[in-house]
């Protein structure tokens, strides 16, 4: 495997990737249930931009102006973020597990953050009291900690002498999400009125998009991002394989342990947000080897701004494309995935 041999420039790319983002923002922002003139979107811009409020706007700015800052804008950025961190969390667990078929969902986080979303859906009928402190956070938390749950129990299933070995961590991971999933479709049986709240979270999707959680998602995303970035070089040497890597001084297994640790943290974090998106995590990467090659040092950004664009496309989509039915984004995404993903399955084969 040579990480020199890449079919696009990573600068020209990223900035192509960046420039379609901004672009998809600005989409994203316009339509919608109720569609925006973009010399509206641009004068709330200009007015964020200068710190001025929006107590001299006329009505229709105004409206506009609330439109954008209250429910578009924490949308997009959270889809954004949610969007970044499953691509690079694709590529360090395809990486890690030397597998082209893992995703951040391969080790069973997915299946625990869903139990823990459906446990607190279910629960906020029991303890209302409990739903009152916590508020919009009561999901968002209890899907989170039944992700850590998940990673865990696989940790601990996949452990031999100290030592956590790829093939391991899938059959635990396997096991994992086979009995939370066996949890999961208990409790939809017994969810009554709830279960619709419960299908769609399952399904995910950003319509209860919160400033708040934007806030808490980008320093969490940025610094997982960072210290992902700063291992692209140890992942590089360690999808040479195990025996290689060590004799080149890589400590394979403390250095697995913590980007395992690290990238299923980062997925737990989005998806207790977001509900469970498949596909990003697998497409993204395998798109961005074929044009950049394998060098993680490359795949890391790029996978980040591919993975952000990608779910604010699938989320416009998911709002827009049915009138004023929306989509769970988790369906778009599927939907448009799978068969991308099988073109590109077929034509790597074909190739070799």
């Given amino acids: 495997m040579s990480f020199n041999q890449r079919r696009l420039p990573a600068l020209f790319y990223c900035l192509l990737l960046l420039l379609l983002l901004c672009l998809m923002v600005v989409i994203a922002a316009v339509v919608g249930a109720a ?3 973009l010399a509206s979107v641009g004068q709330v811009v200009a007015d964020l931009f200068s710190f001025s409020s929006a107590a ?14 209250e429910v578009r804008l924490p949308r997009i950025m959270t889809s954004m973020l949610v969007g970044a961190g499953l691509g690079v969390a694709g590529v360090v667990f395809q990486g890690l597990l030397l597998n082209p078929l893992a995703d951040p969902f391969t080790i069973g986080v997915s299946a625990g953050a869903a139990f823990g979303a459906t446990l607190a859906i279910m629960l906020s009928s029991f303890l209302p009291s409990l739903a009152f402190v916590l508020g919009p956070f009561m999901v968002p938390w209890f899907a989170f900690t039944g992700a850590l749950f998940s990673l865990v129990l696989v940790y601990y299933i996949a452990r031999n002498r100290g ?3 790829p093939e391991s961590m899938i059959l635990a991971g396997v096991i994992v ?6 949890l999961i479709s208990f409790m939809k049986s017994i969810a009554g009125e709830k279960l619709a709240s419960v ?18 998602l980008l320093p969490y995303v940025f610094l997982c991002l960072l210290i992902l970035q700063a291992h692209a070089g140890a992942l590089n040497i360690m999808a040479m394989g195990d025996t290689t890597a060590l004799q080149l001084g890589v400590e394979v297994f403390r250095v697995r342990r913590r980007l395992l640790l690290v990238a299923s943290l980062l997925t737990a974090a989005v998806v207790s947000v977001s ?3 498949g596909f990003v995590g697998l497409v993204v990467p395998h798109i961005n080897r074929l044009l950049l090659g394998p060098d993680h040092r490359r795949l890391l950004p790029a996978s980040a701004l591919a993975g952000g664009l990608v779910l604010v496309a699938a989320d416009t989509l998911a709002r827009t494309v049915a009138g004023a039915t929306e989509i769970p984004v988790g369906v778009v995404t599927a939907l448009l995935g799978a068969p991308f993903f099988c073109i590109i399955f077929k034509k790597k084969f074909h190739d070799e």
């Fill in 56 to 69: 001299g706007l006329d009505a229709g700015d105004a409206a506009a102006r609330l439109i954008i800052m």
């Fill in 199 to 216: 299908v769609f979270w399952i399904m995910g999707g950003f319509s209860g998009a919160l400033w708040s959680q934007v806030w808490l």
């Fill in 275 to 277: 509900g469970v998106i």
């Fill in 163 to 165: 030592r956590v070995m």
């Fill in 35 to 37: 569609c925006l003139p």
């Fill in 177 to 182: 999400a086979s009995f939370l999933s066996a």
